[in-house]
């Protein structure tokens, strides 16, 4: 969706934040399930020295696929769809007005403007969406399997034109 990570697949325009270069951390759904599936499995306490239920008692955990800028995102696509960059209509958007323009919108009742502000707001220039230079990853621990870039760059397109055709199905206007 256009109002994440910039991509419009239709008109085939990408909207960088700033220049597209601030990696974030971000994660594949088939990922998230692995991830919550192998932490329900782990035994409550510690068995032979293993991770265990226990050890996430009252935290989070962080999983991930991918940390990755957009222009990386950009590059899959390009790799995915056989696109050239010059197939493309690229724009730029400072963090900040974007950040802001999704709070007016947000303000205003479009709630198109939370997607907006969530996902600008790990692009900001102090990396704050690249947990894993703070955090402690869990994939590891929980067995995860690295996932394939371009195997979910061609999901992701895929399924945006899916969900225009569900959309044009259930957008029938009532007079």
């Not at 601030?22 to 399930?33: E, M, S, W």
């Not at 963090?95 to 009742?109: D, T």
């Not at 760059?153 to 007079?175: F, H, I, W």
């Amino acid at each position: 969706m256009p109002h994440t990570w910039g991509f419009d697949f239709d008109t085939k325009t990408l909207t960088l934040v700033d220049d597209g270069k601030v990696k974030q951390n971000t994660t594949t759904f088939g990922q998230l399930g692995r991830a919550v599936a192998a932490l329900l499995s782990l035994p409550i306490t510690k068995e032979q020295g293993s991770a265990c239920l226990e050890d996430y008692k009252n935290s989070s955990i962080y999983v991930f696929s991918f940390c990755l800028s957009q222009r990386d995102m950009f590059a899959s696509v390009l790799r995915v769809t056989g696109d050239k960059e010059s197939d493309w209509t690229i724009e730029h958007e400072g963090h900040q007005e974007r950040y802001n323009a999704g709070l007016v919108a947000m303000k205003g009742g479009d709630m198109t403007g939370f997607a907006i502000v969530m996902y600008t707001r790990v692009l900001f220039p102090d990396e704050g969406g690249a947990f894993e230079k703070t955090r402690e990853l869990a994939n590891l621990a929980l067995g995860l399997p690295e996932d394939d870039l371009d195997e979910a760059t061609k999901m992701a397109v895929d399924g945006a034109a899916e969900m225009k055709e569900r959309l044009k199905k259930y957008s029938t206007k009532k007079e």
